[in-house]
């Protein structure tokens, strides 16, 4: 159950991408698992991927396609990783984007592949290819949400927002989409999420504008803090809007960058707000650090530990654990007799000790709703940072006990 | 349930030590849960101490109390850690110093207290206080057992070992008991453990000893990565064995050094055995890593994964999981194609991938058993460690979300 209402809102069309979701086979029975876009020649596009070293064999295919040419489509699939596959992955990736371009009439290196599901099994690449066809004839400028439910795996509803804005005085649209629900903690990148935009935008600006976005969205959130093998994240620019090529020198570029991290921002909530097994919305929020890095650093501690996580789960106001976590995160010289917590707008703990008008109703009544704010000021600095995350509850040991079976 | 047959073997008395355990109603009802531990005068003791930035406040105390003296007793409740608690918490533990100082006709530096439950709640000082005379008039040589017991919180068995070596050709003891099932990742400290032994071993040696052991025991296991506020481990030598100083000069010191080292290891083995949850007893075992500090960040990130956990409380060779925590370990340069993985001798991952002759019904037999080993062998160098672990199971999540209930 995820937190919140999470019904996907309409998913506005890009012109110049065309897309379609089909039934492949590849794990799943009764649902697509097999999505192709189609860019529009001229498109730019840039992508950020997992910094895992095992990263899965669609990963290190995509980067080197994408250093070689600007891809003409993006062939998706879910059910199996294809990770943990050795040289044998890599053949399977390369010889369904070489089945791809073959059909299209493109070179396989203007095709990216990607891959999310169970790894270190084998992509049954003759079911992809056979439903390449079918996945060629769908195409269609308005089939977002059926592709954002075709890339789902443990995920609960499928993930997307579209956001407009005015370039040169003409309307922009951007449309995102995004699956995740375990194995989430990205690290200098993200999950599965694709942006669509009808912009022009100048091949590296798009490539720091995509940078920035994820800095702030999919790089703070966490549910199990276990990297994935095939995160990726790839926002297109088709330029189909017109007007001229964005970049730092546009005086509408900082307007669109701003929209791109709101949507990979409403992206990464949606995430972890359909995290495995979540009953809550978490943010721990750390203030008054001596820089960003020793903010997440307290941050991510008390997001990922265990004894914070079943506390959510259970409502119960155990602040005691959230101070252990910030006590383990190894800071240096942390003054603790500086330190508040609070949850929401409740004191628990001030000076480093109980805060003395601390009521454990106060704390309860906090702990009862499905968003909370850890609030943590750390009183040794300026700077500030924030981490979404999610409890461990019985569902997600179930779901983890159980996914392959 | 614990994870193999761990009843509590005889424990050895220590001469020079005299302890009781006794009901003072902390928390628990119908059971002891306050220990006092007298120590010959002469006796030397060394200790380590949680590096938790939020150290509770008994911690903070014995800290002190080390430094200016030899302690003449112990004094340990359990059912309430008196951590979180400020200023009027230190003052709460030196209050009850100071009542048992004054009993037992010793100065309160003399006393060294430690406290382990619930953070965050004021101890109850009165009761604890008023147990006081019983305890002091129930030493005896032979409470090892009770006092195992009393110090336990979620623990589900007693924890002790004793051993004998000759020292200077006479017999000499040591016996050690630990308590410790959740909140563990001892960071260069330990949970509550309590060595003696009736060698006489010089202050300096004591304390080298005791660091060295730690660290190859204690310092190697986690359940969840929640370092404690609490952890204190105690080697207390009374000297009564007779014969020369235990120093480095002595022929008889390595000898007495690796006992120290091996009872610690046992009780750090018997704490991961009986880990909150736990129906696994895991070892990951990392070779071939260029330092010891990459093995134990690779074996940690395996160790700490919530999806090798709950994959192992499944009896599913998902190892997929491993690999991926490997990867995300962040081992720089790691060239993937070096790596091999095996379950206890199964190799499931070879040069990166899957095993040629892997087939998961050899894996699953592995994952069958309570007890495993992860082999992860980096092929980057010579330096290897090993970490001991639990799984994740719906009974981790259910201990903890009803703790304080």
């Known amino acids: 159950m995820p937190v919140g209402s999470l019904q996907l809102p309409p998913l506005a069309q890009i012109r110049g991408i065309r897309l379609a979701a089909v039934a492949a086979g590849i794990r799943y029975q009764g ?166 935009t009808d912009a022009d935008v100048e091949a590296e600006s798009l490539r720091s504008c995509l940078q920035a976005a994820v800095e702030r969205s999919f790089n703070r959130i966490t549910v199990d803090g276990d990297t994935s093998t095939n995160d990726a994240c790839v926002l297109v620019a088709t330029g189909a809007a017109g007007g001229a090529a964005l970049s730092p020198a546009h005086p509408d570029y900082p307007a669109f960058c701003e929209v791109i991290a709101q949507v990979c921002e409403r992206l990464a909530e949606l995430i972890v707000r359909d995290a495995e097994g979540a009953t809550k919305f978490v943010t721990v929020e750390v203030s008054g650090g001596a820089d960003a890095r020793e903010c997440l650093q307290v941050a991510y501690t008390v997001a990922q530990s265990p004894l914070v996580k079943t506390a959510l789960f259970a409502s119960d106001p155990n602040w005691g654990r959230i101070l252990a976590a910030v006590g383990r995160a190894g800071l240096r010289d942390l003054d603790v007799s500086k330190v508040d917590i609070f949850l929401d707008q409740v004191c628990i703990v001030r000076q480093g000790g109980v805060a003395p008008d601390y009521r454990e109703a106060d704390g309860q009544r906090v702990m009862n709703q499905a968003e909370i704010l850890i609030d943590i000021r750390l009183g040794r600095g300026g700077a500030r940072e924030r981490v979404w995350t999610s409890d461990l509850s019985h569902e997600y040991v179930r779901i983890n006990a159980e996914y392959r079976s």
């Open 31 to 196: 649902r697509d698992d097999l999505v192709v876009m189609e860019l529009a020649a001229g498109s730019r596009a840039a992508a950020v991927f997992t910094r895992n070293a095992f990263c899965a064999a669609p990963v290190v295919v995509a980067r080197e396609h994408l250093q070689q040419d600007m891809p003409r489509y993006l062939l998706i699939n879910s059910g199996n990783a294809n990770a943990g596959t050795g040289a044998s992955g890599l053949a399977d990736a390369r010889a369904c984007c070489q089945a791809l371009a073959q059909l299209s009439g493109c070179d396989a290196r203007q095709v990216l592949p990607f891959s999310t599901g169970v790894i270190g099994q084998k992509l049954p690449v003759e079911r992809l290819q056979a439903a390449l066809p079918a996945a060629l004839s769908a195409l269609s400028d308005s089939a977002w949400a059926a592709v954002a439910e075709a890339i789902k795996t443990t995920d609960t509803v499928a993930k997307g927002v579209s956001r407009q804005l005015q370039v040169d005085g003409r309307p922009v649209t951007v449309t995102g989409i995004a699956k995740g629900a375990g194995m989430i903690r990205p690290d200098m990148a993200t999950m599965l999420a694709y942006l669509g």
